[in-house]
């Protein structure tokens, strides 16, 4: 026996070593090989590349793919050599069972682009099993009366192989009664029949035994014994008839175990012992064969639960013998039908879980849907959500790709769970589901946007150097390195502000710093423009506004313009001795370089010679006589004013005014000598003491006087500003009064000074420019 498998295989070597390969049809794109089963591992199949036209370089660049499609793994691709070797050993048997021919289908897989190619791999059966009988002794009982040129079935061997190298024949050992014959069965299966030459005797011999051998037709042949124990009967002279020489039948494959399939019948003429018909398989292989027969009743029931997918079609004999040892036989066909009981498989080939935005379309995942049901049962229908920005197309047999609908944004959706559901046509229907899983991976595409547009900071004077002063913000609804933002500061188009000495900003939280201390009066205002770019490729940057207010603060005293202070004398002004009540002795005039109400300054009387004679307006600083000059008046006086403006807190200036009492304005100006005090005067000033005192007493009089004076002064004020006195308009305290139309001055100032008394008084105009240092001129 091992001479003979040595002898095969190096048959099999000489004779299989050419490979029927790469026979395309043009519509289909379909590659096939043949080789021969049970080739060792490592076998050179083909050579890919060339029989797929591409290079080597370009199939390993294109990752080529082998789908088995159910199979394990038999084939093998070398990527550097483009050549297909055989992975393991292929065993046509147990691939394919009695199917023939044996093919194997492949499906290949190009990708970038994606292409499909079929490849059929035939494998070609060689004879590598021997037959084997179902039982090592068979029993066969024969009546003597049994005539030369009987009939008597034999149980076949079973050989997995097919074809040639299946069984093709059958011997008996030799002996004096028997010989045997190898007739085709409907299956064309050969079968064993043992013929009677010689009439038995049982009295001469009531047993035999023979050795019945099959052989099968391969090079070298294989062969199988079994016993063969042969019983010689007394004489029934009729074997039994089946109702039908052939029964058909259909099941489904669902049907349960011990399901009655058939009902055989066969019938005996004989009587008693010898009518009674036993039944029995035949010729179906009983181990194979998923169906038991009852030996008294004919019942066909399964045995084993049916799979369409594995096998539609059984054949099988059926034996009626009666206890002489006659018999009749029936052939029965089963077809298996067929059931929804397979759910649809999806088998993902290529998957991509991560794809950029903005891309027109991409590949997200390739597929394989199968179905091993048949008709409906395994027509198929793939489906995703309509809502969803993807696409499925079909491609080649059941493979379908997955493909994005258009360009995806991100910043809209980052994630996608996309269910695929596979159904086929059957019923009940069957469904399958899977769910990927695609990331939007992020692109530059969305510039920084500030939170507005223009950004305005208020900022008081004298501020501290590096002090916060506000925060700009931007936001960028990409990700990563995408949306880190850095500000910066754009140039400047005004050449006078030197924005890199007063502003830095911090480039990570768009913090802005007063470098310096901002001064109110130098610079009120100024406006720059701050950048956000971030750190995309390409990076894509923004522009916003910023507008700093300097607020003002108190840092500047009133500055007296009239009359001018300096380290000599004070200013004189002259008072004629027959002034009215209300004459105006002259006006103040002060400046602020402040604004607000930092600016607004109020006039106050602090010391005077005479306290009664004089009283200041606290709004505009007209210094004004408040009754009639007598004779006991001082011909002299010394005036202290106050000038405080409205800050917190707040500031002031003095104003020392000297005011000499003459006759007329002929006399010339004359400082008088001191003399000595006469008693008279003295007298006369301690009766004025006395009238003061005496008014203070008198509350009810004195509220009256302030009263009348109050209302006379309020009708002045009204004629002056009708008559173009510079009196500040709008609401405002009384007491105060802004000078100066925007509440600063220039370093050239112009005023016109309306100083209007009774009609015998004089009126002043000034229209000299006043600066610092100028000096006023007595018209």
């Keep these: 026996?091992?001479?003979?498998?040595?002898?095969?295989?190096?048959?099999?070597?000489?004779?299989?070593?050419?490979?029927?390969?790469?026979?395309?049809?043009?519509?289909?794109?379909?590659?096939?090989?043949?080789?021969?089963?049970?080739?060792?591992?490592?076998?050179?199949?083909?050579?890919?590349?060339?029989?797929?036209?591409?290079?080597?370089?370009?199939?390993?660049?294109?990752?080529?793919?082998?789908?088995?499609?159910?199979?394990?793994?038999?084939?093998?691709?070398?990527?550097?050599?483009?050549?297909?070797?055989?992975?393991?050993?292929?065993?046509?048997e147990e691939l394919c069972g009695a199917t023939e021919p044996c093919v194997l289908h492949f499906q290949l897989i190009l990708e970038n682009p994606v292409q499909f190619f079929q490849t059929d791999l035939q494998l070609t059966d060689i004879n590598d099993h021997s037959p084997e009988f179902p039982q090592r002794e068979m029993l066969?009982?024969?009546?003597?009366?049994?005539?030369?040129?009987?009939?008597?079935?034999?149980?076949?061997?079973?050989?997995?192989?097919?074809?040639?190298?299946?069984?093709?024949?059958?011997?008996?050992?030799p002996n004096l009664h028997?010989?045997?014959?190898?007739?085709?069965?409907?299956?064309?299966r050969k079968y064993p029949e043992l013929v009677l030459e010689r009439a038995l005797d049982r009295e001469e011999q009531p047993e035999l035994t023979l050795t019945l051998t099959a052989v099968d037709g391969g090079s070298p042949p294989r062969s199988g014994t079994t016993t063969v124990r042969v019983e010689v009967?007394?004489?029934?002279?009729?074997?039994?008839?089946?109702?039908?020489?052939?029964?058909?039948?259909?099941?489904?494959?669902?049907?349960?175990?011990?399901?009655?399939?058939?009902?055989?019948?066969?019938?005996?003429?004989?009587?008693?012992?010898?009518?009674?018909?036993?039944?029995?398989?035949?010729?179906?292989?009983?181990?194979?064969q998923p169906f038991v027969i009852d030996q008294v009743t004919g019942e066909i029931r399964l045995k084993r639960v049916l799979d369409f997918e594995e096998t539609q079609y059984y054949t099988m004999e059926i034996v009626a013998a009666d206890s002489g040892g006659l018999s009749g036989k029936c052939s029965v066909a089963i077809l298996v039908l067929d059931v929804n009981d397979n759910v649809p498989k999806l088998t993902i080939s290529s998957l991509t879980s991560s794809i950029p935005e903005n891309a027109p379309e991409v590949v997200v995942a390739v597929f394989l849907v199968s179905d091993p049901d048949s008709g409906d049962n395994g027509r198929m229908v793939c489906s995703i959500p309509n809502d969803l920005p993807f696409l499925l197309k079909?491609?080649?047999?059941?493979?379908?790709?997955?493909?994005?609908?258009?360009?995806?944004?991100?910043?809209?959706?980052?994630?996608?769970?996309?269910?695929?559901?596979?159904?086929?046509?059957g019923t009940p229907r069957l469904t399958t589901q899977h769910t990927i899983t695609v990331q939007v991976s992020d692109v530059n595409d969305n510039a920084p946007a500030f939170t507005q547009s223009s950004y305005t900071l208020f900022v008081h004077e004298n501020n501290s150097p590096a002090l916060h002063i506000g925060t700009i913000r931007a936001t960028d609804?990409?990700?990563?390195?995408?949306?880190?933002?850095?500000?910066?500061?754009?140039?400047?188009?005004?050449?006078?502000?030197?924005?890199?000495?007063?502003?830095?900003?911090?480039?990570?939280?768009?913090?802005?710093?007063?470098?310096?201390?901002?001064?109110?009066?130098?610079?009120?205002?100024?406006?720059?423009?701050?950048?956000?770019?971030?750190?995309?490729?390409?990076?894509?940057?923004?522009?916003?506004?910023?507008?700093?207010?300097?607020?003002?603060?108190?840092?500047?005293?009133?500055?007296?313009?009239?009359?001018?202070?300096?380290?000599?004398?004070?200013?004189?002004?002259?008072?004629?001795?027959?002034?009215?009540?209300?004459?105006?002795?002259?006006?103040?005039?002060?400046?602020?370089?402040?604004?607000?109400?930092?600016?607004?300054?109020?006039?106050?009387?602090?010391?005077?010679?005479?306290?009664?004679?004089?009283?200041?307006?606290?709004?505009?600083?007209?210094?004004?006589?408040?009754?009639?000059?007598?004779?006991?008046?001082?011909?002299?006086?010394?005036?202290?004013?106050?000038?405080?403006?409205?800050?917190?807190?707040?500031?002031?200036?003095?104003?020392?005014?000297?005011?000499?009492?003459?006759?007329?304005?002929?006399?010339?100006?004359?400082?008088?000598?001191?003399?000595?005090?006469?008693?008279a005067q003295d007298n006369d000033l301690l009766t004025l003491y006395l009238v003061i005192a005496l008014a203070s007493v008198s509350s009810l009089f004195l509220l009256s006087v302030l009263l009348f004076v109050g209302v006379r002064l309020c009708r002045r004020a009204r004629a002056s500003s009708l008559s173009g006195c510079s009196v500040p308009e709008g609401h405002f305290p009384g007491h105060l009064v802004d000078v100066s139309g925007m509440g600063t001055l220039s370093q050239d100032y112009q005023y016109e000074v309306c100083l209007a008394g009774d009609s015998g008084t004089t009126d002043f105009k000034f229209f000299n420019p006043i600066i610092p240092n100028g000096l006023f001129q007595n018209p």
């Design 1 to 92: 026996m091992e001479t003979d498998l040595a002898k095969t295989s190096e048959k099999r070597q000489v004779v299989f070593l050419t490979i029927l390969l790469l026979l395309w049809e043009a519509d289909c794109k379909t590659i096939r090989y043949s080789m021969p089963e049970e080739t060792e591992t490592g076998y050179l199949v083909a050579n890919l590349a060339k029989d797929l036209g591409l290079r080597v370089e370009e199939l390993a660049t294109r990752g080529v793919k082998i789908y088995h499609s159910g199979y394990k793994e038999l084939l093998q691709l070398d990527s550097e050599t483009g050549n297909l070797f055989l992975k393991e050993k292929a065993d046509r």
């Design 178 to 188: 028997f010989h045997v014959l190898t007739p085709s069965g409907a299956d064309g």
């Design 394 to 425: 079909p491609t080649f047999k059941n493979y379908y790709t997955l493909v994005t609908e258009g360009p995806l944004d991100r910043e809209s959706k980052s994630e996608y769970n996309i269910t695929i559901t596979v159904s086929d046509m």
């Design 233 to 288: 009967l007394d004489i029934n002279d009729n074997a039994p008839q089946f109702v039908q020489s052939l029964y058909e039948v259909q099941i489904p494959e669902n049907s349960p175990l011990d399901a009655l399939v058939l009902t055989v019948s066969a019938r005996d003429l004989d009587a008693g012992i010898h009518g009674k018909v036993a039944y029995s398989l035949f010729q179906g292989g009983e181990v194979s």
């Design 140 to 173: 066969l009982k024969i009546q003597e009366s049994a005539q030369p040129g009987t009939v008597f079935l034999l149980k076949a061997a079973q050989d997995p192989d097919i074809g040639s190298n299946a069984v093709q024949n059958y011997t008996v050992s």
């Design 477 to 679: 609804s990409d990700s990563g390195s995408n949306a880190h933002i850095t500000y910066s500061l754009l140039p400047t188009h005004d050449p006078q502000l030197d924005l890199s000495s007063l502003i830095s900003i911090n480039a990570d939280n768009g913090q802005l710093f007063a470098l310096r201390a901002l001064d109110y009066e130098a610079l009120q205002t100024f406006e720059f423009r701050v950048g956000a770019t971030d750190q995309g490729s390409p990076t894509l940057s923004s522009e916003a506004l910023v507008r700093v207010l300097v607020l003002d603060a108190n840092d500047n005293a009133p500055f007296v313009l009239y009359p001018l202070q300096n380290a000599s004398a004070p200013y004189t002004e002259l008072l004629p001795r027959a002034a009215e009540s209300g004459y105006l002795v002259t006006k103040v005039v002060a400046v602020d370089r402040d604004s607000g109400q930092n600016a607004w300054l109020s006039f106050q009387l602090l010391k005077a010679t005479e306290p009664g004679l004089f009283s200041v307006w606290a709004h505009n600083g007209e210094v004004r006589t408040s009754r009639l000059l007598s004779e006991r008046d001082a011909p002299k006086h010394r005036l202290l004013l106050q000038v405080k403006d409205n800050g917190d807190p707040p500031r002031s200036a003095s104003v020392t005014l000297q005011v000499l009492v003459v006759d007329g304005f002929s006399q010339p100006f004359l400082p008088l000598p001191e003399v000595a005090r006469d008693p």
